[in-house]
């Protein structure tokens, strides 16, 4: 089952609700429509979201101006993620790309300040008139207000300097200027998790969703770090260096209780499936597996995956590593020209990381 469908596209990138954010704007009418708080209100927080949608596509955009490929915008209930390939190393165009969103928001901002100075609109009503009466006061002034106040905490929220932030991509870029791009991943996420402790700190004796919020980005700052360490270490590194060349294959007609067997026999737990030179598909023991033992007679090819993600003997090794981990697979068949020339998987990358970790500790 999908976890995100696509609602739109902004200049050829998708924009995908997931499932958990369709859930919330359900519940956020279903509170309108019993009188828990107004309508007005809940178009607001829909329109939180639309700024998030407005920040993500400002970090794609500019992405993009730098050959950074975009596939995806996710609008999450606690934000929204824009799924790039690897961010350029290089600290200026990091820089460009991280302050995008924050910047765009502060503008926004800027916009509906000046919209109330024009409209004679300062100091008009608060939020929490909303909370009052099903039939708020909603004039423009009230919009620009709490439109203004929506992009400035989201831009402002989003520099503060730790990982997953735009500030700690912010901060990083600067400190990647006077050090190696490592050690300033390592400074900055450090400096992300200082900030976390200090915020759960905070957030016991005033308020509990700041613990939350601490847990989010103190373990963002850590998973960017190594990340980043995974990537140092594959750096250079080809899929044809370490990949499986004489790949055991499968037919489509092959029984399943005999791919099974082939697969207790040879120790490998996946196969792609061969109908003479082309490759139709993938096997895993995962996949038989959920076949029950007494009905194991029939072929591969009806329960084979046919929506095959494929690697490229060229193609850096964290590249394929961030599509393994990103589609939660264990291996990827190898293409050339159309033609299967290996295999190569989670393991054998792993391997790799094993390897290089104990001969930088020597």
Do not use: W
Not at 15 to 39: M, N
Not at 233 to 238: F, I, K, R, T, W
């Amino acid at each position: 089952m999908k976890s995100s469908f696509k609602i739109f596209s902004i200049s050829g990138i998708p924009v995908e609700l997931h499932i958990s954010f369709l859930l919330l704007i359900l519940v956020i009418f279903l509170f309108a429509f019993l009188g828990i708080f107004t309508l007005y209100v809940a178009f607001l927080i829909v329109l939180l979201f639309v700024t998030v949608v407005i920040h993500e596509f400002s970090h794609s955009y500019v992405a993009k101006r730098y050959g950074v490929p975009v596939e995806r915008i996710i609008l999450l209930p606690i934000g929204g993620v824009s799924a790039m390939g690897e961010i350029p190393k290089n600290p200026g165009q990091e820089l460009n790309i991280a302050i995008a969103g924050p910047l765009t928001n502060i503008i926004i901002a800027f916009i509906c300040l000046l919209g109330l100075f024009i409209t004679g609109g300062i100091g008009s009503l608060s939020i929490s008139s909303f909370f009052i009466s099903n039939t708020p006061n909603a004039d423009i002034n009230l919009f620009l207000s709490n439109f203004l106040g929506i992009n400035l905490v989201l831009g402002v929220f989003n520099l503060l300097p730790a990982f997953p932030m735009d500030g700690g991509r912010v901060l990083r870029a600067f400190l990647a200027r006077k050090m190696s791009y490592v050690k300033a991943t390592k400074t900055a996420a450090s400096i992300g998790k200082q900030f976390a402790i200090l915020m759960a700190i905070f957030g016991i004796f005033f308020n509990f969703i700041l613990i939350l919020v601490a847990i989010f980005i103190y373990i963002g700052a850590d998973q960017e770090y190594k990340a980043i360490m995974v990537s140092s270490m594959l750096e250079g590194l080809l899929v044809k260096d370490i990949m499986t060349r004489n790949v055991a294959t499968l037919t489509p007609d092959t029984p399943v209780t005999e791919a099974l067997n082939i697969m207790f026999k040879q120790r490998h737990m996946g196969y792609p499936v061969m109908e003479g030179n082309n490759l139709v598909g993938i096997i895993t023991f995962d996949d038989v597996s959920r076949v029950p033992e007494d009905k194991r007679n029939f072929p591969v090819k009806d329960i084979m995956s046919k929506n095959l993600i494929l690697a490229n003997p060229e193609e850096p090794v964290f590249n394929t590593f961030e599509k393994i981990s990103r589609n939660n697979i264990g291996r990827l068949p190898v293409t050339e020209n159309g033609r299967l020339v290996g295999i190569i998987s989670k393991t054998d990358i792993m391997k790799v990381l094993e390897m290089m970790d104990a001969e930088s500790a020597r």
